[in-house]
């Protein structure tokens, strides 16, 4: 049992080795260069990196390198959320609602989804499709877009692929569309959803960061787009937005 116990912990020293040997200049690594950085041998590393790659912690690319995989990127969202996202947020959500008279909303990306971690609204609420604990296709939420106009390329691909769904008329159901778009959001810090997921809806968001600059979630300001003005919101939606990200280490 001791011998069992010593392998298993071996196995994962090695795992936790050659994941540990990407750095943030790295988009992907050979088995060699794993190998050196990680002091292992070349078919140890290989090895260790096949096994990491099926469980979807990294992921070969066709000319035979590692990258690392998106479940090390979810989990990192996860392990960003419980250190505290939704209590970093709350009170620029409340201030957000209070001063637009419009629902604020919190929410991070899952797989090809954005989910609300939090929703404050005026009273009487208003009628959206939102909910906390609930998910809508990211590429018909203004939130989803700002998350995925700062995410790697790799999540946006995967995202396309996935399909780009139609809600309304107004959706984006076009891959060149939705990647000038979200070149546009990289460029000004603000996405729109112009009535893409429901009729008469409207929203202005903006991304959250964390450390390093990665991209950890958004916060919008939804509504009846009759009423809702977005460039008014606007100057609002981004200043809780960088306040947020400062509470989550981000420099500005």
């Known amino acids: 049992m001791q011998n069992d116990d010593n392998s298993g912990f071996r196995s994962v020293r090695r795992a936790l080795a050659v ?3 990407f750095q943030s200049r790295d988009r992907q690594l050979s088995a060699a260069e794993l ?19 099926d469980l979807g912690i990294l992921e070969q690319t066709a000319d035979g390198q590692f990258r690392l995989g998106m479940m090390l990127f ?18 620029f959500l409340a201030d957000l ?44 939420t203004g939130v989803g877009k700002a998350i995925l106009a700062f995410s790697p390329s790799e999540v946006v691909q995967r995202v396309i692929a996935h399909g780009l769904p139609r809600l309304t008329a107004n959706s984006i159901t076009d891959e060149s569309r939705l990647l000038a ?32 600059r990665q991209v950890v979630g958004a916060i919008s300001v939804s509504g009846q787009t009759s009423t809702l003005k977005l460039t008014l919101v606007a100057a609002a939606v981004r ?12 420099e500005d």
């Not at 190998?35 to 790659?53: D, F, I, K, N, Q």
């Not at 200043?239 to 981000?250: C, M, V």
């Open 19 to 21: 994941t540990a040997a």
């Open 35 to 53: 190998a050196r950085r990680a002091g292992l041998p070349r078919s140890t590393a290989h090895r260790t990196a096949c096994e990491l790659a």
């Open 74 to 91: 979810e989990l990192g969202q996860l392990a960003l959320y419980q250190r505290g996202l939704r209590e970093s947020a709350s009170s």
């Open 97 to 140: 609602s209070n001063a637009t008279h419009h629902a604020a909303h919190l929410a991070v990306l899952d797989n090809c989804d954005v989910v609300y971690l939090d929703i404050i609204t005026p009273s009487p609420p208003p009628r959206l499709r939102s909910r906390v604990g609930g998910r809508l296709p990211s590429t018909v």
């Open 181 to 212: 778009e979200l070149a546009k959001i990289r460029r000004t810090g603000l996405a729109f959803d112009n009535q893409e997921q429901a009729i008469g809806t409207s929203c202005c968001a903006a991304p959250i960061f964390g450390i390093n």
């Open 239 to 250: 200043a809780a937005a960088t306040g947020i990200s400062r509470l989550q280490g981000a």
